[in-house]
């Protein structure tokens, strides 16, 4: 059964962006600032600016070629941006890299599925603790008790978050051998090994059907209210997002045409002509 959403008002802040009351005392977790690349002479996203609370989730979407993507590839430092700038948790980014994001709290999954095909499904989730849990060279060598308590702990770890999606039973499989949705499943779960506070998902419903997708929903507002973390999603499934977003951005030719909840942009005509074109257009 899918989760029920429940409807909070977004609060302005003097930024002009707007948050859960909840949030309303706490600093945002992300914080965009006239964000912007070139490639070349195109302008691929100019005048990007969002902030996200430490407990929202957020629907960033828009037509195919909007910069959506390329979005998360500036938060993540796969692109640098051209100009603008980007706070993570107050913390300004800029000459980071990407490991070093990772450590500051940001974790992403991708549109096409990147895991460890050949290793186990636990073994997935134990490589991204990598930063949380050392037991040191020496310890891994020579198998002194430090590294056993290490491999226990990271055990018990991955099975809590397995346990999260179903996957337990799955943990001594080949990832590779996993049904499509699980994957996708297992890649989350992944993700959320790094102890992030914000975490990026790129389309996490794409090739699932209605009864995963109603399912993923459910895990979604499940790993926020259980991990008090902020969600970024990107997301072509309209019923996800307006069924479990709490604010919505929507990107146009790399721009952000609109921002609310889910009720304003349904009802936005910038948003209803950016996916259907204007009257015009269409006749």
């Given at each position: 059964m899918a989760r029920?959403?429940?409807?909070?008002?977004?609060?302005?802040q003097p930024s002009q962006n707007l948050f859960l009351a909840r949030d309303l005392d706490r600093p945002p977790v992300l914080e965009c600032r006239r964000l912007g690349i070139n490639f070349g002479g195109l302008e691929a996203v100019s005048e990007f600016d969002l902030a996200i609370g430490p407990t929202e989730i957020t629907g960033l979407i828009g037509p195919n070629g909007a910069g959506k993507t390329t979005v998360f590839n500036l938060l993540t430092k796969v692109y640098e941006p051209s100009r603008g700038s980007i706070l993570l948790n107050g913390r300004d980014t800029m000459g980071m890299t990407t490991a070093d994001l990772n450590k500051a709290g940001i974790a992403r999954t991708f549109q096409n599925i990147r895991l460890f095909r050949n290793m186990s499904v636990e073994d997935n989730v134990k490589v991204a603790m990598d930063n949380s849990i050392s037991c040191g060279l020496p310890s891994a060598i020579f198998r002194l008790p430090k590294y056993w308590k290490a491999e226990r702990h990271a055990h018990v770890r991955a099975m809590e978050l397995l346990s999260i999606f179903g996957l337990q039973?799955?943990?001594g499989a080949k990832a590779g051998s996993l049904p499509y949705g699980a994957q996708?499943?297992?890649e989350i779960v992944r993700a959320l090994a790094t102890k992030p506070s914000l975490l990026l998902l790129d389309e996490p419903a794409a090739g699932m059907n209605p009864a995963e997708t109603a399912e993923l929903m459910e895990t979604i507002g499940r790993i926020r209210d259980e991990f008090q973390i902020a969600i970024l999603l990107i997301e072509h499934d309209m019923n996800l997002v307006m069924g479990i977003c709490d604010g919505i951005a929507v990107l146009n030719f790399g721009r952000i045409i609109a921002k609310?909840?889910?009720?304003?942009?349904?009802?936005n005509p910038a948003v209803i002509e950016a996916y259907l074109g204007s009257r015009k257009e269409r006749s």
């Open positions: 029920t959403r429940e409807i909070q008002k977004l609060y302005p039973g799955l943990a996708r499943r297992l609310g909840t889910p009720e304003d942009i349904q009802n």
